[in-house]
């Protein structure tokens, strides 16, 4: 529980932390858990742009697509690793 400048009471939000404000998966998910799931969500994100951009014939939107799936795929290794080492 916290106080705010007016002495009113403000609670956190589930697993609120100071350091990291990104809390939707904080106290959820291990951060492996955590990270293959946004990467898989980044993927799938990068096929849906690099689809776009070929049905549009766009290079440019299509080359973000990639990049992003790979992105996702890099993330999702990043959190295989993590959870090698238990964190």
């Not at 916290?2 to 609670?11: D, I, K, L, P, S």
């Amino acid at each position: 529980m916290e106080y705010n400048e007016a002495g009113r009471t403000r609670f956190k939000p589930f697993g609120w932390s100071e350091i990291n404000h990104d809390h939707r998966w904080e106290g959820i998910m291990k951060s492996g858990n955590r990270d293959k799931a946004e990467g898989a969500l980044q993927e799938m994100k990068g096929k849906v742009k690099e689809v776009a951009g070929r049905i549009t014939d766009n290079p440019k939107l299509e080359a973000e697509g990639t990049a992003e799936k790979l992105s996702g795929k890099v993330q999702g290794k990043v959190g295989d690793v993590k959870k090698v080492f238990g964190e």
